[in-house]
């Protein structure tokens, strides 16, 4: 399984419009379990990987039925109660394949009362992640006490998480000066 995305990434060549010390990539949810499974794929393709709310333990999560949504994802996502489908799982669950290797600079995102990916999948992705993880590139986790699976619902608390990921490429890219608030 070769996503797209790596494809159109591993096009990136120095000079060009982008290159891989300049891509940075984001998504949420099913977007978070891309931006996890390509990570781990090609952690080298990116400088940055902003994952919000992702679905990255899809081994785990659709085994247990009494999770919110669950047994009626097995359509999308598969069931591991059926063997093949469980093997097809394990290929490109992000969790599940982890390993020891540098990954790109990584704010995972996760919210308290998310009902359609729980917290606690994001967290334990970070933590094993540092554990795994041999770059020093910085690894972070953000998890907003107030919010669901949309993130914060007031238009000023909305605009502060765009701000939040804005600042944070803009620190990567190298544009946000010592010493200058984000």
Known sequence: ???????VASGARPGAVTAS?????????????????VTNMRPDLFKAVIAEVPFVDVVNTMNDASLPLTVGEFEEWGNPKIKAEYEYIKTYCPY??????????MPVKTSLNDSQVMYWEPAKYVARLRTLGTGARPLLLKT?????HGGASGRYD??????FDYAFVLWQMGLLREGEAA
């Open 158 to 163: 909305f605009l502060r998480e765009v701000a």
């Open 96 to 105: 599940t394949n982890l390993a020891a290797k540098a990954y790109p600079t």
């Open 1 to 7: 399984m070769r996503p797209t995305l790596v494809v």
């Open 144 to 148: 907003n006490m107030a919010a669901g």
């Open 21 to 37: 010390d300049r891509l940075v990539i984001q998504g949420g949810s099913a977007g978070g379990l891309l931006m996890g499974a």
